[in-house]
């Protein structure tokens, strides 16, 4: 393992380069901060150091502060762990150093990476590095003095809009807004950075002290102004957030009483945040996406990822679409099939559509789209799968025809070739069941639109190789998904846990409760929109099907409402025709469509759950749990099954693919912090209310009356771990 340390080196010209190492990415942990104090010291001590650098070792400056130090906080509570940096550090032993400190910056900074070179009187950097502050993604404030020193090297709007939206800018850029100060060649990074230290202390080059600096800020009240503007538009895009709204109080801190006083109050609201429950949330997240990529017995085993040049995507519709875009904008040959010329050319124009679409959000460059584009063919047979790693089929949720395929690409395909099914909900065991290479047969669950939703599912059966399942998890990362490996059952990890969200929305509606005041609760809880309005966007025809293999596969707790279907039969269809629960206009909002209450009073006549005939009175917390416990309880199931490797992988597939709010960390994580007896008795409650739907499972049960974290790894269960 790489040593964690903190290196100094004195040239004969007098100038000591401090070098941090910690790879990858050179994090501050507490040994590289205390090393750092000790070699500010000593190099502020010895008559032999006229001046000072900082760098990076590896090429990259630093990543920012350990989030691990985070994790361990949340774990035991004691804020003390946290080590003082924006004072005892950035402010005493770098910014006010009697010698000058020049900051030499290659790959990137940022976070407290980047916080160190603005503590430093002068930024020397390499082409193409990457400098922000992207502290509020993990619930926290800059604290190490960036909400104070980003302002006046750059201007007031440009340091709100990084530190708000966490959002990063090349060195080329850092050297217009006046936060670089030169950009070198990496290869002469150390040499300009050293020449420009020398140049400070022998008063060649201005000694300027950040925290100092106020012409950038311009007046206090064209200040309070800009800062009044980001406070109405946090409020609106992040109204769950504290920590944007504590950022901007710091900041006006800060401008309005000095840099010092706003170092001092930045300190203090970014130890009170550290301990939120959105910093708990956001940082599990972090590390809940990083442990995806360890599978027992697929990544722990000594396997190499085989190389996937080319890839055959069956079926161009828009599922099969996306994939081929996702696949062809990271340098993927695609052989895409279609069954004739008619959709093969429509396939082909909504792939140069999403391609289009990416440039023009500014994701493509035109060249890298002209490049992509080139990677694609259309092809009506098989002839050119002989060569190809990896098929990916993506027709209809058709058994018969998705059993058709697999026994012609088992043929068309080469011994290697992956064979991959796009399928959401059927069983992999009934797709693969007529072909001999059981060992090739996997799941690609992508979600819709593939090429921009971060989350892919993957599905292994009990005969899928371990190597078939690290190459597709490579092909994952390599289109810039977050590979996720799941076990195999009907609707898998997602669905399977998601399928009773809307089925208890639906129950509420047949108790009594507004359809649009659900949605609404829903939508304040953090979701992008309500279980109604997402029915309006999939599209009744989804709504249905998907709810039928459900019905089929879990009877015992499935709510049988004929809403879907009296909503079809009065020509409604959603989004697609522009009318289902909302009206759909172009250039508009979705608006509440009051004509579709007529027809949810039909269906109550039709369920009769309304107790005495009468709407039930539940507050909006009732609503929120009476939604989402449910979703809990099949999560629990999923965990007592072995579906998933561990809980924090249905966190970040909940995350990821249903946009469940990354601040409550996820559905199993929101569901600890709400505290397992809660959810247990709940469910209890409204089951002897109003039936099986909400009965707990007996892993909730047993977790609740023990006293057990729901995600706790499984100690000992029957069916634990069976589908992986």
């Not at 399928?423 to 290479?437: F, Q, R």
């Not at 709504?543 to 049988?560: H, I, Q, S, W, Y």
């Not at 249905?650 to 199993?668: N, Q």
Request: aromatic letters at 6%; charged letters at 25%.
């Amino acid at each position: 393992m790489a040593q964690i340390r903190v290196t100094m080196e004195v040239g004969n010209d007098g100038v000591a380069v401090i070098t941090m190492s910690n790879p990858p990415v050179n994090a501050l942990a507490i040994p590289i901060i205390s090393g750092l104090k000790e070699k500010f010291d000593e190099a502020t001590r010895r008559s032999d150091v006229k001046a000072i650098v900082l760098t990076g070792n590896g090429g990259r400056f630093s990543g920012g502060f350990d989030i691990n130090v985070f994790q361990k906080v949340h774990g035991t509570g004691d804020i003390s762990i946290m080590p003082d940096v924006s004072i005892d550090l950035v402010v005493n032993a770098m910014e006010d150093c009697k010698k000058p400190l020049v900051a030499a910056v290659e790959g990137l900074a940022l976070g407290g990476g980047l916080e160190l070179a603005m503590g430093c009187h002068a930024r020397i950097a390499a082409p193409r590095a990457q400098l922000g502050l992207p502290e509020l993604s993990l619930g926290v404030i800059p604290g190490f003095g960036g909400t104070q020193r980003l302002p006046r090297l750059i201007g007031l709007s440009k340091a709100i809009e990084m530190m708000l939206l966490s959002k990063p800018i090349m060195s080329e850029e850092g050297k217009k807004l006046g936060l670089i100060d030169a950009i070198v060649p990496s290869e002469e990074l150390l040499k300009v950075s050293c020449r420009w230290a020398l140049d400070i202390a022998e008063r060649r080059k201005p000694w300027l002290r950040s925290l100092h600096r106020t012409d950038k800020i311009g007046s206090l009240s064209e200040a309070r102004e800009v800062l009044r503007t980001a406070r109405q538009q946090a409020k609106k895009t992040a109204p769950n957030l504290p920590q944007h709204q504590a950022c901007l109080d710091v900041i006006e801190e800060g401008i309005v009483h000095g840099g010092y006083d706003g170092v001092l109050k930045e300190a203090k609201v970014f130890k009170e945040l550290v301990l939120s429950d959105t910093a708990k949330g956001l940082v599990h997240v972090f590390l809940a996406q990083r442990a995806t990529s360890k599978v027992p017995n697929v990544t722990d085993v000594g396997l190499k990822p085989r190389q996937t040049k080319k890839v055959a995507v069956i079926g161009g519709g828009l599922m099969g679409s996306g994939i081929a875009t996702a696949l062809i904008v990271s340098n993927i040959f695609v052989v895409l099939k279609e069954v004739n010329s008619e959709y093969l050319l429509k396939g082909i124009k909504m792939i140069e559509a999403n391609v289009q679409g990416l440039v023009s959000r500014g994701k493509l460059t035109k060249d890298k789209a002209e490049k992509a584009l080139s990677m694609l063919k259309g092809v009506l047979d098989y002839s050119e799968f002989r060569d190809v790693d990896m098929v990916i089929e993506a027709v209809i949720e058709n058994v018969p025809l998705k059993q058709k395929i697999f026994s012609e690409i088992e043929k068309a395909c080469p011994p290697h070739c992956i064979l991959a099914t796009n399928t959401s909900t059927i069983d992999l065991n009934v797709i693969g069941e007529k072909i001999k290479s059981q060992d090739r047969v996997i799941g690609a669950h992508f979600f819709s639109p593939a090429h921009v939703m971060p989350l892919l599912e993957i599905v292994r059966t009990q005969k899928t190789s371990p190597q078939a399942i690290l190459d597709l998890m490579t092909v994952g990362k390599i289109i810039k998904k977050v590979p996720v490996v799941v076990g195999n059952c009907t609707g898998f990890a997602v669905n399977r846990t998601f399928f009773p969200y809307t089925q208890g929305a639906h129950i509420l509606v047949n108790l009594g409760v507004d359809v649009f005041r659900i949605d609404r609760v829903i939508s304040n809880f953090g979701l992008p929109m309500g279980p109604f309005q997402l029915q309006d966007l999939a599209g009744y025809g989804v709504a249905l099907a998907v709810g039928k293999e459900f019905a089929n596969a879990f009877p015992d707790r499935t709510f049988r409402s004929p809403l879907i279907e009296l909503l079809v039969k009065s020509g409604r269809n959603g989004k697609n025709n522009g009318k289902g629960y909302y009206i759909y206009e172009k250039g508009s909002k979705p608006k509440p469509d009051p004509s579709v209450l007529p027809i949810i009073e039909e269906c109550r006549k039709h369920t009769k759950i309304m107790p005495n005939g009468k709407p039930i009175s539940v507050s909006d917390k009732e609503i929120l749990e009476m939604v989402l416990f449910p979703v809990v309880n099949e999560a629990c199931r999923v965990l007592d099954e072995g579906v998933v490797v561990r809980a924090s992988d249905l966190d970040i597939a909940s995350v990821l693919g249903m946009s469940f709010p990354s601040y409550r960390g996820g559905l199993v994580f929101w569901a600890d912090t709400v505290g397992a007896n809660h959810v247990y008795k709940s469910l209890k409650k409204w089951s002897e209310m109003y039936g099986s739907f909400y009965k707990p499972s007996k892993f909730l049960e047993e977790r609740a009356l023990k006293g057990i974290p729901l995600s706790a790894a499984a100690t000992s269960s029957s069916s634990s771990m069976s589908r992986l």
